[in-house]
């Protein structure tokens, strides 16, 4: 059944990784677009994405769409074209998020306000109250995409960004959003059998997403989602969908896991990595921490995937990290380390430098386009076999569009 059309934002690059994620998920009409993919599904779908989902920053349900010519338009869709009360209660607080791609409107702020007159008064001609207003903390959220010449009504589903699992209390410096870790680690083609190394693996980010990918921990397990509140919410049906993924957790050895190692430099960002793996869920052990410079790092496996986002210079400089910004002997010494001590192994990192592969004096064999939220990045990989370094790069991996 499809019940429900929905879209997924996803941060920019991972479209097609999602896209393939959905199919495993069971949703329909999968249509990949710039920064997201569009499907179709019955709610458990729409549950189940929300729960399993690595990619997706969040799940928006369709509720209705129409042409607009002023504010008026936007105002009369909101006002008539969906039956409110039949998601939430009057009592239930509201926030609106307007999304606009060229649209001839001239004020977001006006436009939010004709939504929320429309919705709290569709409220008051029926029940003489009306919702009331919580940017912040809202019960649920309602967002406005705004083209040129269509105005599409969305409900969240999710509430908070997907990427927030719920483990994560303490963050080292610039953490990765877990769901950009998690499709850097499918992009790299890592299976749980293959060793994995961060040596910049600040609170953890990447490791635990893989782990948490290979022991077949949800995404959203600990977390809550908007979808919970809603009216007709069928609470014992979702508990027994969680119970179901509870159960299809593997163990360690089920999965045959191979060592994964994560090393930092600052022993404060390893203490918030080491708990924010407990609270994912995984096992003591399953990840092991070092403090370490990464100048010092050394393979745990004759070979393995070493996925990893090196400080980037621009924000080492805002927060003074002078030990690599202001050493440009750095970055060759490392791309030393990689070709000496990891052959076997591939290398991808994920960085805004354009150049780092020069100043690493390796050859990428592939790069991919990503962004970290509005940063454009690449991932670069690198093949560390001997003999490899005469390889060609391949052409860049275009972002599916
Ligand atoms: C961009 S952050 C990585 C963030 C990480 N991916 C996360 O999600 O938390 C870069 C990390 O490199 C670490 N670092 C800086 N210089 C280092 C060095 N010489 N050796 C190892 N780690 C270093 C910093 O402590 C920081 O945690």
């Known amino acids: ?50 729960l399993y989902s690595r990619y997706a920053s969040r799940v928006l349900g369709e509720l209705a769409k129409g042409a607009y010519h002023s504010t008026d338009d936007i105002y009369r869709l909101a006002n008539t074209a969906v039956d409110w009360s039949a998601w939430h209660s009057v009592h239930d607080t509201l926030r609106i998020d307007v999304v606009a791609n060229n649209s001839p409107l001239k004020s977001l702020q006006f436009t939010t306000l004709r939504i929320k007159d429309g919705i709290c008064d569709h409220y008051r001609e029926r029940t003489g109250e009306r919702p009331s207003v919580d940017t912040r903390f809202a019960v649920r959220n309602i967002v406005a ?31 990765l959003k877990e769901n950009l870790a998690s499709g850097l680690v499918a992009l790299t083609g890592w299976k749980s059998e293959m060793a994995l190394y961060d040596p910049f693996c600040g609170s953890g980010t990447v490791v635990i997403e893989a782990a948490c ?6 995404a959203g397990l600990i977390r809550r989602f908007s979808f919970e509140r809603f ?18 957790i593997l163990t360690p050895q089920q999965a045959n896991l191979a060592p994964i190692v994560g090393s930092d430099i600052t022993p404060a960002v390893l203490a918030a990595a080491r708990e924010n793996a407990e609270r994912a869920g995984l096992p003591e ?14 393979p745990h496996a004759a070979n393995g995937i070493l996925l990893t986002n090196p400080p980037y210079g621009e924000r080492l400089d805002m927060r003074g990290r002078k030990v690599l910004a202001q050493d440009d002997r750095f970055w060759p010494a490392f791309g030393d380390a990689l ?3 990891f052959n076997g192994w591939n290398a991808w990192l994920l960085t805004s430098d354009m150049g780092l592969p020069g100043k690493l004096r390796l ?39």
């Open 339 to 341: 070709k000496q001590r």
């Open 1 to 50: 059944m499809n019940d429900h059309q929905f879209f997924s934002p996803c941060p920019r690059g991972l479209e097609a990784t999602l896209a393939a994620e959905l199919i495993g998920l069971g949703a329909n009409n999968i249509k990949p677009n710039s920064g997201g993919v569009a499907f179709s599904g019955d709610t458990e779908t729409g549950w189940r994405v929300n």
């Open 145 to 175: 995409y705004i083209s040129a010449e269509m105005c599409i009504l969305y409900m969240d589903w999710s509430g908070e960004s997907l990427f927030k699992r719920g483990w994560r209390m303490v963050t080292g410096d610039a953490p």
């Open 213 to 218: 990918q290979a022991l077949n921990i949800p």
């Open 285 to 298: 052990g399953v990840i092991e921490w070092k403090q370490l410079d990464a100048l010092n790092a050394h």
């Open 231 to 248: 009216e007709k919410h069928d609470a014992a049906a979702f508990q027994r969908m969680k119970s179901h993924a509870r159960n299809a």
């Open 363 to 401: 050859k990428e064999s592939k790069r991919t386009p990503l962004f970290n939220g509005a940063i454009e990045c690449r991932l670069f990989g690198f093949d560390l076999y001997q003999g490899s370094k005469k390889i060609r790069p391949d052409r860049e991996s275009q972002s599916p569009s």
